[in-house]
């Protein structure tokens, strides 16, 4: 079994620095928050009526964490778009945000083409590449960052960009309302706290190993449990799923009876900051899945504030779900089928 502990090691399986951007979380908020600062957006962006935001997979985090998050805060309709075009109602009082770290993703592109011709409100989140230019041959105001705190180059580890970039873009339009002391406070403890969430994540990634991890969570980190589901998969390589409380409760408890034998391992994210009927719900579920002989684990978050705990969660699930794959003696880096699965979508698409 590989040792987490073991650098040299660690290394032989990490040849694309996973581990190192899994630790650079906080810079990359400071430098996305900083750097959104300075975004202007023009006097008619302030007639909107909903928010779009187009990405896929790791893009699309950002719209994950602000639609729990700030679910008490927005106060116009906001849907995650994960697919080719736009929904029907998106018009000319629609603000689409366009997020692709890579700047070539077809989906979010795809969308990009569409809300310019429905004539919508347009703002992005990105990298580079086509969409970069999109934005830029356009003059739409939009957020283009140097990833230059992540080595991996992998979408999935610039979190810190996407989530707190779409966070950011969304407060320069006055549409969420986040401080600069709430982001100063955050990137704090995760500093602060990071020691401590590695080695918590050492522990529970071992318990996890050999095991379907299912995700339980609530209120403000249910968007983390996205997240965190999406990591185990590219991450670690490994099947996972998600559940929202109290809606689990109201079919899922039903469902850990069969089949027999099942390894299934429980992922409770607890919270002071839960609602107290919420809070005693998380206790009860915890006691059905013991009663049917399910295992789980739980973490109780540490920050005062949601913000703090949805990035604590955050550094958490990076470091969790790239301590089991080297459990697994896997590069987490590598994501062959996802590659195939492109690779002959595009071949696909030229042969028509």
């Given at each position: 079994m590989v040792d987490l502990n073991n650098l040299e090691e660690i290394q032989k399986l990490d040849?694309?620095?996973?581990?190192?951007?899994?630790?650079?979380?906080?810079?990359?908020?400071?430098?996305?928050?900083?750097?959104?600062?300075?975004?202007?957006?023009?006097?008619?962006?302030?007639?909107?009526?909903?928010?779009?935001?187009?990405?896929?997979?790791?893009?699309?985090?950002?719209?994950?964490?602000?639609?729990?998050?700030?679910?008490?805060?927005?106060?116009?309709?906001?849907?995650?778009?994960?697919?080719?075009?736009?929904?029907?109602?998106?018009?000319?009082n629609?603000?689409?945000?366009?997020?692709?770290?890579?700047?070539?993703?077809?989906?979010?592109?795809?969308?990009?083409?569409?809300a310019k011709k429905r004539g919508a409100k347009i703002t992005g989140l990105t990298s580079g590449?086509?969409?970069?230019?999109?934005?830029?041959?356009?003059?739409?105001?939009?957020?283009?960052?140097?990833?230059?705190?992540?080595?991996?180059?992998?979408?999935?580890?610039?979190?810190?960009?996407?989530?707190?970039?779409?966070?950011?873009?969304?407060?320069?339009?006055?549409?969420?309302?986040?401080?600069?002391?709430?982001v100063s406070n955050t990137v704090e403890n995760l500093n602060k706290q990071q020691k401590n969430i590695m080695e918590k994540a050492k522990t529970l990634a071992q318990e996890i190993q050999g095991y379907i991890p299912v995700i339980f969570a609530a209120e403000h980190l249910v968007g983390n449990a996205h997240i965190l589901r999406n990591q185990f998969n590219e991450t670690s390589k490994s099947f996972s799923a998600f559940e929202?409380?109290?809606?689990?409760?109201?079919?899922?408890?039903?469902?850990?009876?069969?089949?027999?034998?099942?390894?299934?391992?429980?992922?409770?994210?607890?919270?002071?900051?839960?609602?107290?009927r919420v809070q005693k719900?998380?206790?009860?579920?915890?006691?059905?899945?013991?009663?049917?002989?399910?295992?789980?684990?739980?973490y109780k978050t540490i920050g005062n504030t949601p913000l703090c705990q949805a990035f604590e969660v955050l550094s958490l699930g990076g470091y969790i779900t790239v301590y089991l794959a080297f459990l697994y003696g896997l590069d987490p880096s590598l994501i062959p089928w996802v590659d195939y699965f492109k690779k002959q979508l595009a071949a696909s698409t030229h042969r028509v």
């Open positions: 040849p694309k620095n996973v581990f190192g951007s899994t630790g650079m979380l906080s810079p990359q908020c400071e430098q996305i928050w900083n750097e959104g600062k300075s975004l202007s957006f023009p006097a008619n962006y302030k007639f909107i009526e909903n928010i779009v935001i187009a990405g896929m997979g790791g893009s699309a985090y950002g719209g994950h964490v602000v639609l729990s998050l700030f679910r008490n805060q927005l106060k116009i309709p906001f849907i995650i778009h994960s697919d080719y075009g736009l929904p029907q109602f998106v018009n000319e629609s603000l689409v945000v366009l997020e692709s770290y890579s700047g070539s993703t077809e989906e979010s592109l795809s969308a990009g083409e569409e590449g086509k969409l970069a230019e999109f934005l830029k041959f356009n003059n739409y105001p939009s957020l283009i960052f140097d990833p230059k705190h992540n080595p991996s180059g992998q979408p999935r580890l610039a979190s810190g960009y996407m989530v707190l970039g779409t966070i950011a873009l969304l407060n320069q339009m006055r549409l969420l309302n986040v401080s600069d002391q709430e929202d409380i109290p809606e689990l409760n109201h079919h899922l408890l039903e469902g850990l009876k069969n089949p027999l034998g099942k390894k299934l391992k429980m992922f409770f994210f607890e919270s002071n900051l839960y609602s107290e719900r998380m206790n009860l579920t915890k006691d059905v899945t013991a009663k049917n002989s399910v295992g789980y684990i739980s």
